[in-house]
């Protein structure tokens, strides 16, 4: 039993962690960390990363970190101080250099470090990295659209520094990508479309490309008001049938066939695989989706776009954020 505490107790970990921890039957909840609201019944709450660590020292064995991006590294020095394994919600720091320092000293430790990008866990990803597996890109199309009113409401941390913007979902759609394409994804060029009043993107237009790629990689990221969310990538291989996935990566179609998915899903297949890296004392990094985001904004062409203002009456506090199952989850988190 691998006993577990929480430190962002958000709607993403109400939503999605703590029901995917408790359905899988090897964790047991020691306390979470939050800031507003409160913890599952039962479960110890504490409002600091200090006073959870402190009260709880010798009785918790991993932390989940669950937290908006921008603090999330120092948090996770302080759980490695301590020595607790650890699960990162997406992404896994604010850049690169920081979640690469965290993994060096992680491994110098023993410390089990799981860079998780629920995405990749998506029921159908698996069998299109299956069916891709070997194969040339012929085309690849990806397009990411979901209002931000409805997944982030009122969340300005969005907007400021080590938010992402409209790569807060964008990402999740890289992670993806990166896991079915086989071979390396450069990013080649981006076109960033950020609002007057804010610091990040509201629109990102990006093109790909890769050794194993013969034709275009295109990607759409759009967090402006739409009536219908969409979240799918179509690849076509050269010489092989279509290749779509659908809402994030749950639903799958092959040749212009629906096929059932075969995965656990997103979260469930998380917490399987993180208790499979406790058991094994081993590590799983994965940056590549941040480092696709960071060259995007080092190398980005960016265009004006009109002010942004939430279109909410009763926006909730700011904090911990409000990561939701395709926008906040599939889309971002």
Known sequence: MIR?????YGKIARDQHYPALTNHGGYELKGVVTTAGSGPDGVPVFRTTEDLLQALKGEID?????TPPEPRYN?????????????????????????????????KAGRVLFTTWHSQYAAAVEQARDVLAGARIASMRICWHEDVNKYHPGQDWVWGPAGFGVFDPGINALSIAVKIVPGKLILDEAVLRVPANRQQPIIARLKLSSPVADGPIEATFDWCPTTEDEWTITVQPVGGPEVVLRHGGSEIEIGGQAHAPTG???YPG??????????????????????L?????????????PAFEWRISNPPRNGEGNHAKHGGGVGSA
């Open 75 to 107: 948090i996770a020095r302080q759980c490695l101080a301590a020595g607790l394994d650890m699960l990162l919600e997406k992404p896994p720091a604010s850049t690169l250099g920081q979640i690469q320092e965290l993994a060096v000293d992680c491994e």
């Open 293 to 305: 985001v960071a060259d995007a904004f080092m190398t980005a062409d960016r265009e004006p776009a």
């Open 4 to 8: 577990l505490a929480i430190i962002g």
């Open 270 to 291: 998380i917490y399987a695989a993180f208790a499979k890296l406790v058991q094994g004392r081993r590590s799983h990094v994965d940056y590549e989706p941040l480092r």
């Open 62 to 66: 991993a932390v989940t970190i669950s």
């Open 264 to 266: 656990l899903g997103e």
